[in-house]
């Protein structure tokens, strides 16, 4: 069974950069029916994707947050991570990594998903 | 980007209810469509992907239809453990997006 844990500070100061990384167990991240996905929740609000990515390093990003964004995958360690730049106060979120089976189509829903981990920026 | 409006935003049943939720896309999204039930402090999970297909291993009590912009999910005999939230997601196009959640209570 896939598993996914997210892990990183649960604290960033506004304008530095968050950075996390999402634990692939249960099977192997460099498969070619996935991408690999982040998304978040800020308090009160819906879902927001962020991004997907393939093993491979192609990605697609949510145009919002597409000039903060680097995505990246290391095969090696089964894991894929999401650094964010310049992080405000809007960046405060329950941040998820997720897998996305493509397996049809690289626009697709998310099938494995971590529990979460709570990000906020304050000084 | 599509916007995709959930509605209600919260509903009170009781155990044995059917209970109905609604996802309504700003354009037709064919069957692009998934649910997912989240519970607090857990992993959100998949229930129906393609509008209507169920994922392995989640009861036949859940279901969904529809295709374009109206979607549904309709839980059967809705069962005390089937308290937490459900959002829909559109697989149509980037940027993929999510209805704002329905808080589903069971008494």
């Known amino acids: 069974q896939l598993q996914l844990q997210e892990s990183g500070p649960g604290l960033v100061k506004p304008s530095e950069t968050l950075s996390l990384t999402c634990t692939v167990s249960g099977g192997f991240i460099s498969t070619s029916d996935s991408f690999w996905g982040w998304l978040r929740q800020s308090p009160g609000k819906g879902l927001e994707w962020i991004a997907n990515?393939?093993?491979?390093?192609?990605?697609y990003y949510n145009p919002s947050l597409r000039s903060r964004i680097t995505v990246s995958v290391d095969t090696s360690r089964n894991q894929f991570s999401l650094i964010l730049h310049s992080v405000t106060a809007a960046d405060t979120a329950q941040y998820y990594c997720a897998r996305c089976d493509t397996s049809h189509s690289e626009i697709s829903w998310f099938d494995s998903w971590g529990q979460g981990i709570l990000v906020t920026v304050s000084s | 980007d599509i916007q995709m409006t959930q509605f209600p935003s919260s509903v009170s049943a009781s155990v044995g209810d059917r209970v109905t939720i609604t996802c309504r896309a700003s354009q037709g999204i064919s069957s692009r469509l998934a649910w997912y039930q989240h519970k607090t402090g857990k992993a959100p999970k998949l229930l129906i992907y393609g509008a209507s297909s169920l994922q392995s291993g989640v009861p036949l009590r859940f279901s969904g239809s529809g295709s374009a912009t109206d979607f549904t999910l309709t839980i059967n005999n809705v069962q005390p453990e089937d308290s937490a939230t459900y959002f829909c997601q559109q697989a149509n196009s980037f940027p993929l997006t999510f209805g704002g959640g329905t808080n589903v209570e069971v008494k």
């Open positions: 990515t393939y093993y491979s390093g192609s990605s």
